[in-house]
C-alpha cells in the first residue's frame, strides 16, 4: 500500500463542484492500492501516518507527527500510484489492486483512520475528484507497506 503524504496548512478535495472533504493543518494523503496489499499493510500504512514526524518542534525541526499535534488527515484514493513506469511513454497498471479490492482496503484504512484520530476526511473512491491543497514546506515523503 502506498500513501503520498502532504504536510499541508489547507486542503479539501471536491466531487461535482461541492466539498466532500476539507482539513486545515495537518496532511494530505493520496492512496494506491496494490494487488498484494492486505488488511495488516493497512493498519501498517496507518501506522505510519499518525506517527510519522513531520511537523516541527519548538526549535523547527521535524520532531511531531499527526498525532502530537492533532492535525487534520485528508485521505484521497489514487489508483495511479502504483503505475509501473519503468518504461515506455505509457503507465502500466498491472500491479494496481483491481477495482473491488482497492475499494475494500481504502475503506478499512479509513474506518481505521476514524477510530485513531480525528478530524479525518476522505475523498470518494471512484469519483472524478478535484483536490486542493496548501503544501506547507513544501514538505511531501513516499511511504510504502
Not at 502506498?2 to 463542484?17: H, M, N, T
Not at 466532500?20 to 500504512?45: C, S
Not at 475494500?104 to 474506518?111: I, K, P, R, T, V
Request: aromatic letters at 6%; hydrophobic letters at 40%; charged letters at 20%.
Amino acid at each position: 500500500m502506498i500513501g503520498l503524504l502532504q504536510r499541508v496548512s489547507e486542503a479539501a478535495v471536491r466531487v461535482d463542484g461541492g466539498i466532500i472533504g476539507e482539513i486545515g493543518p495537518g496532511l494530505l494523503v493520496l492512496i494506491g492500492v496494490q494487488k498484494d496489499d492486505n488488511e495488516q499493510r493497512a493498519d501498517r500504512l496507518m501506522q505510519r501516518l499518525l506517527g510519522y514526524r513531520v511537523f516541527p518542534d519548538g526549535a523547527g525541526r521535524m520532531n511531531r507527527s499527526l498525532q502530537d499535534i492533532g492535525g487534520g488527515l485528508l485521505l484521497v484514493p489514487q489508483f495511479t500510484l502504483p503505475a509501473d513506469t519503468h518504461k515506455g511513454t505509457r503507465p502500466g497498471f498491472s500491479t494496481a489492486a483491481p477495482p473491488e479490492q482497492g475499494r475494500c482496503l481504502f475503506h478499512y484504512l479509513l474506518e481505521q483512520a476514524v477510530i485513531r484520530h480525528a478530524p479525518v476526511a476522505a475523498g470518494r473512491f471512484g469519483a472524478d475528484m478535484q483536490v486542493s491543497l496548501v503544501n506547507d514546506g513544501p514538505v511531501t515523503f513516499w511511504l510504502e507497506t
